[in-house]
């Protein structure tokens, strides 16, 4: 199984960019690289999801290099409400993982005003 | 995003008794929903992926006569948590595969058992 690797804990302030790096040397050629969001108490949020190069949507961007063996979650100009838990997992392309989808420890990320 | 309920947000029960929980895809046919436990302060692990019409599979670690599963229509999957005892207290979520593309989960159900 892809094992992903992300900083435990990120600081902030309000209106910065934020970058998420995150190392999954063992992607296999038909996994994709998702990113969730959870807030306590909550089920996991999909943010954004992509396979190689550049993915933006109205939330967050996503980079991907070539090589495809991290990735990095952007978000524009973050705010106190964005203050969350973040996920990076790889699957979701079939192969021997079956679709599961497994979670590391993800990046406490704390937005202060 | 696709819409993935559960049922209920939460139960509080006496040690030894079971509960079920509920998971519906609300806009979406899902042939594969999983099942997730999550203690505090700590990431989701995942106990077992539910196969309609088809037994589901568990996750090394996780007792399948303890933790039934039932994915009877291709929008409802259940989990029962049978015998609870207050270790099982926990933060219990699914997740259905949408065919249309992407993953997504409920809301959550925490289970306190006394």
């Known amino acids: 199984l892809a094992k992903t690797t992300q900083p435990i804990s990120m600081d902030s302030y309000e209106g910065q960019e934020v970058n998420i790096t995150c190392s999954h040397n063992?992607?296999?050629?038909?996994?994709?690289i998702t990113w969730y969001q959870q807030f306590p108490s909550q089920g996991p949020r999909f943010i954004i999801q992509?396979?190689?190069t550049k993915v933006t949507n109205e939330v967050a961007s996503l980079f991907i290099p070539a090589d495809r063996k991290s990735s990095t979650l952007s978000l524009p100009r973050v705010s106190l409400s964005d203050t969350a838990v973040y996920y990076c997992?790889?699957?979701?392309?079939?192969?021997?993982?079956?679709?599961?989808?497994?979670f590391g420890q993800g990046t406490e990320l704390s937005v202060k005003p | 995003g696709a819409v993935v309920s559960q049922h209920p947000s939460r139960v509080i029960c006496k040690s030894g008794t079971s509960v079920k929980i509920e998971c519906r895809s609300l806009?979406?046919?899902?042939?594969?929903m999983f099942w997730y436990r999550q203690f505090p302060k700590q990431s989701l692990m995942l106990m077992a992926t539910?196969?309609?019409?088809?037994?589901?599979?568990?996750e090394q670690g996780v007792e399948k006569d303890k933790f039934l599963i039932n994915h009877a229509s291709l929008t409802l999957s259940t989990l029962t948590v049978t015998s609870a005892h207050p270790e099982d207290s926990s933060f219990y979520i699914c997740?259905?595969?949408?065919?249309?593309?992407?993953?997504?989960f409920g809301p959550g159900t925490r289970l306190t058992v006394l």
């Open positions: 063992n992607i296999a050629t038909n996994d994709y």
């Open positions: 997740s259905a595969r949408d065919p249309r593309g992407g993953q997504f």
């Open positions: 997992l790889v699957g979701l392309g079939g192969g021997n993982q079956g679709g599961k989808l497994i």
């Open positions: 806009d979406f046919q899902a042939t594969t």
């Open positions: 539910s196969n309609e019409g088809s037994k589901a599979t568990y």
């Open positions: 992509g396979y190689k």
